[in-house]
């Protein structure tokens, strides 16, 4: 079974604020202490963890997906300068980064490029990085401060028609200081009917807005969702994780559904096998009510989203 983790971010220092990474220690502290009552102090969590989710040259990465049985991940930054301030380093210096790390791991790894759409000639470095650099997607993270629908997003999603290339989209939550007004999946309804041969990916089909996402993708056949970010839930509440990916399934079909993580973040939570494992090798004891036949979870775990990128069968991807 071709097994592809179609969300992954690479890290290094220097590369995401340490305000947003405070912010997301914040929610892991919070979490940690729904029972006690007494969050941990969340700078003290980070730099526990903060070593752990370095890895600019995709070695960990690789490492890890020989460990859960992955054949490919889609690799890319996330561009919050404009609202963090810049990092240390800048972004076009990291999807270069990304594009290094795809050509030292080229059958294991492709590469999408990471824009804030308001930043001075961002179109122009995303041409560079899809001609010159191979990357083949476009990732946008609209918690920065815009709306997926905004005019200075356009010229993006003509050049992703032009080199028939997605777009990913984050929809739903994101911790402070991003903002989760901009991510709802309805946002990415306008860009849908203006664009119906663009496709977009809304990824972690909207985390709790996935209701919003699914009405969406319902009625805009140009729109696909990636199950990363679920972890969380699938390790609370297991039974009520996959009737929502039955739901999905049934709304959508398997051929919209990708099978991903949010690593390295989402992967100190659940730990990259497990969450293959999880979706993989289902256990419905908890909800004897859900099933999926083998053909979904094979299209799910990794077919549609090679189809969708044209990546090539398991097998010339391993050679």
């Known amino acids: 079974m071709l097994v592809v983790d179609s969300h992954v971010h690479l890290v290094d220092n220097g590369w995401v ?15 940690m202490a729904k029972t006690t009552g007494q969050p941990l102090d969340a700078a003290v969590l980070l730099s526990g963890l903060k070593s752990g989710l370095v890895d600019p040259t995709g070695e960990k990465l690789v490492a890890a997906m020989d ?24 972004i076009d210096v990291q999807n270069r980064l990304i594009a290094e790390a795809v050509k030292r791991f080229p059958s294991r790894l492709v590469g999408f490029f990471a824009v804030d759409p308001r930043r001075p000639g961002s179109l122009d470095m995303f041409r560079r990085a899809v001609e010159e650099w191979g990357l083949r997607g476009l990732k946008l993270h609209p918690s920065v401060g815009y709306f997926p ?77 990636d199950l990363s970010g679920w972890q969380r839930e699938y390790l609370e509440h297991p039974a009520a994780f996959y009737r929502v990916l039955r739901r999905v399934i049934d709304a959508i079909g398997p051929w919209r559904v990708f099978f991903g993580t949010d690593g390295p973040y989402l992967n100190v939570l659940c730990p990259l096998a497990q969450w293959v494992r999880a979706v993989r090798e289902p256990d419905l004891s908890g909800c004897p009510e859900v099933s999926f036949s083998p053909e979904e979870i094979e299209i799910v775990m990794g077919k549609a989203f090679a189809r969708l990128i044209g990546l090539p069968e398991a097998g010339a991807m391993a050679g």
């Open 149 to 225: 629908y905004d005019e200075v997003v356009y010229p993006l999603y003509e050049a992703c028609l032009e080199y028939k290339v997605p777009v990913l989209i984050h929809t739903g939550s994101q911790p402070a200081p991003a903002k989760s007004r901009f991510c709802r999946p309805m946002g990415v309804d306008d860009v849908a009917a203006d664009f119906p041969g663009l496709p977009i990916i809304m990824a972690h089909v909207g985390h709790n807005w996935y209701e919003e996402a699914l009405l969406v993708a319902g009625v805009k056949p140009n729109c696909y969702v």
């Open 17 to 31: 604020s340490d305000e947003m990474l405070l912010g997301m220690a914040r929610v892991a502290a919070a979490s």
């Open 67 to 90: 460990v859960a049985g992955v054949d490919v991940s889609c690799v890319f930054p996330v561009d919050y300068g404009l609202l963090t301030g810049e990092p240390g380093v800048p």
